[in-house]
């Protein structure tokens, strides 16, 4: 286990090998929702935090849900390394704990990067296939609607093969599609991941853009300069 610097940030995080470490996807969602974050912030499914770290500067309140007790942990650690602990709140719990009283219509934004993979894809490491292995995307639209604000904003990163769940399920939710950004290896590859930005009661207005993964974007998108 080491602390690595969160890219963009003067903050550090905790990451271990033998467990998820964060990926491209979590800095191009944070880059991507940084221009919206402010007020109270929800992150489910937050791992060892990158998402929030990334954000923090921008918000009053961060509420990190992650459910998987490693990744948990160094989130935990992370927190008070940074000194920021007065400023996050750190839920060891699934992010249905979020569905009560007190966080109904509370966040300002929600960001999320689920679990994408099938389940028959899983290895032998019993944290990263809690981490990386669910098919419960519509759980985590569901949450988010019920926490969010009216016009509030909802951030995810997906693989493209669920594109059209996410749009669908989304606006089941009350949660309408207003930014699709899909993220492409080069000028000639397909996308693998999309990222889209929802306004909880929003108007029916999409705008679709791709971003080409080069050296350039990708400083870019560490460095949150976008």
Not at 66 to 82: D, G, I, K, M, V
Not at 151 to 163: A, D, E, H, I, Q
Request: hydrophobic share 40%; charged share 25%.
């Amino acid at each position: 286990m080491n602390y690595d610097r969160v890219p963009g940030t003067a903050l550090d995080i905790l990451q271990d090998d033998r467990h998820f470490k964060y990926t491209l996807d979590a800095l191009a969602l944070s880059a991507f929702a940084r221009a919206r974050a402010r007020g109270m912030v929800a992150d489910l499914g937050a791992g060892t935090g990158i998402l929030g770290f990334r954000l923090l500067d921008r918000v009053s309140r961060l509420i990190n849900v992650e459910q998987n007790e490693a990744p948990y942990r160094l989130l935990c650690q992370s927190t008070l390394h940074n000194g920021v602990a007065g400023k996050i709140e750190n839920l060891h719990d699934s992010i249905t704990c979020l569905k009560t009283p007190a966080y109904h219509q509370r966040m300002d934004v929600v960001i999320t990067n689920p679990p994408y993979y099938a389940m028959n894809l899983k290895t032998d490491n019993d944290s990263k296939n809690f981490s990386k292995h669910q098919d419960n995307l519509e759980l985590f639209l569901e949450v988010a609607s019920y926490v969010l604000k009216d016009r509030g904003y909802f951030y995810l990163v997906f693989p493209t093969t669920r594109l059209v769940d996410a749009m669908a399920h989304a606006r089941q939710v009350h949660l309408e599609p207003k930014r699709l950004v899909l993220l492409q290896k080069d000028m000639v590859s397909e996308p693998k991941r999309f990222l889209m930005e929802c306004v909880k009661g929003g108007g029916t207005q999409l705008r679709v853009t791709t971003w080409i993964m080069d050296e350039t974007k990708i400083e870019m998108i560490k460095d949150m300069r976008l």
